[in-house]
């Protein structure tokens, strides 16, 4: 299965700063997806990135508060804008990798906004 | 729209004891996957199985086994013979084609605390 370097596992951030989260996979993907894990709560997607289109954004969640690129076919960022404590969650990043390995997730990055 | 369900919200068992993980689901569509994957108190999200819906068989692998029953929409998961390292939360997981883009739902998750 492809292994995926997410970075950076953990931060502490200033309210109203803004986070980049990189996700890196060691082999070609097509679709790549963010999510979020509030504390105590189940995963929720956040977008779907496909390499040279637009991300495409779950209700609840706008492109100005978390801007995606996805350059390639083995890379993409999530940028937490303007943040508030409210966006304390664990963000993990996943490739879609059809056969018996299912969809495999980062590791994932840890964020606390003070 | 598609659903998964986990009613058991925390369950705390004795090493060594058999404990059972339930997932109930919804969906509209006929070809759809399920999935259980393990979150150990790190965060990281490792994946257990993958299910799709004409597959019935159950499956065992080591310790782990799953029941997929398509008339009760469950696809339940047991350990055999707990141990303190299978402490974490479980999620299940759900995706179909009708979602377009594959994406998962997951249920709110099980929080399994084995005690030695």
């Known amino acids: 299965s492809a292994v995926i370097s997410q970075k950076p596992s953990r931060d502490i951030c200033q309210r109203g700063t803004s986070l980049t989260i990189q996700c890196q996979v060691d082999?070609?993907?097509?679709?790549m997806f963010w999510y979020r894990q509030q504390p105590g709560q189940s995963l929720t997607l956040i977008a779907t990135a496909n390499q040279g289109s637009e991300a495409t954004y779950e209700s609840g969640f706008v492109i100005d508060k978390f801007p995606i690129s996805r350059p390639n076919l083995t890379f993409s960022t999530l940028t937490v804008s303007n943040m508030s404590p409210e966006d304390s969650s664990i963000y993990l990043c996943?490739?879609?990798?059809?056969?018996?390995?299912?969809?495999?997730f980062g590791s994932g990055t840890r964020l606390t906004v003070v | 729209a598609q659903k998964v369900t986990q009613a058991q919200t925390e369950i705390s068992v004795v090493e060594k004891e058999d404990v059972t993980l339930d997932c109930v689901y919804e969906?509209?569509?006929?070809?759809?996957?399920l999935f259980w994957y393990k979150q150990p108190p790190s965060g990281e999200l490792v994946f257990l199985i993958r299910r799709n819906s004409f597959d019935e068989q159950n499956e065992i692998s080591g310790r782990y086994s799953w029941n997929f029953q398509k008339s009760t929409s469950s696809f339940n998961f047991t350990i055999t013979a707990s141990q303190v390292v299978d402490s974490a939360v479980y999620f299940c997981?759900?995706?179909?084609?009708?979602?377009?883009?594959?994406?998962?739902?997951f249920g709110k998750g099980t929080k399994l605390s084995v005690i030695p």
């Open positions: 997981a759900l995706t179909d084609s009708g979602a377009g883009s594959y994406q998962l739902t």
């Open positions: 082999s070609q993907v097509t679709m």
């Open positions: 996943s490739v879609d990798e059809t056969g018996a390995y299912g969809y495999t």
């Open positions: 969906t509209r569509d006929t070809t759809y996957y």
